[in-house]
Nanobody, 119 residues
Framework: QVQLVESGGGLVQAGGSLRLSCAASGRSYAMGWFRQAPGKEREFVATIIWSAGWTYYADSVKGRFTIYRDNSKNTVYLQMNSLKPEDTAVYYC???????????????WGQGTQVTVSS
């Protein structure tokens, strides 16, 4: 099973930016980012196919967030711009054998990193 370690979370004002990192111990077909706010279900944010670099985003983050990977470092990044208070959540990265937005399709998960956006 692939081990994942997220980093880069923190506190930022609305309109600001953060970059999250997810370092993986191995490769999978796809890597995704999810988030979970207090009292809410975990929701899909973005995903990327390791080999082709194809990406897919949730409508709520499209145009503001960018997922990309560094194959040489086995690391996937989530660049988050124009952050809003509603982006506040714990962000998780996860691996999958397919391209999708359903969390049940993802098997290995990181420990999560907190992102807080103040208004």
């Amino acid at each position: 099973q692939v081990q994942l370690v997220e980093s880069g979370g923190g506190l930022v004002q609305a309109g600001g930016s953060l970059r999250l990192s997810c370092a993986a111990s191995g490769r999978s077909y796809a890597m995704g980012w999810f988030r979970q706010a207090p009292g809410k279900e975990r929701e899909f944010v973005a995903t990327i196919i390791w080999s082709a670099g194809w990406t897919y985003y949730a409508d709520s983050v499209k145009g503001r967030f960018t997922i990309y990977r560094d194959n040489s470092k086995n690391t996937v990044y989530l660049q988050m711009n124009s952050l809003k208070p509603e982006d506040t959540a714990v962000y998780y990265c996860a691996t999958s054998a397919r391209l999708g937005r359903d969390s049940h399709d993802y098997d290995s998960w990181g420990q999560g990193t907190q992102v807080t956006v103040s208004s």
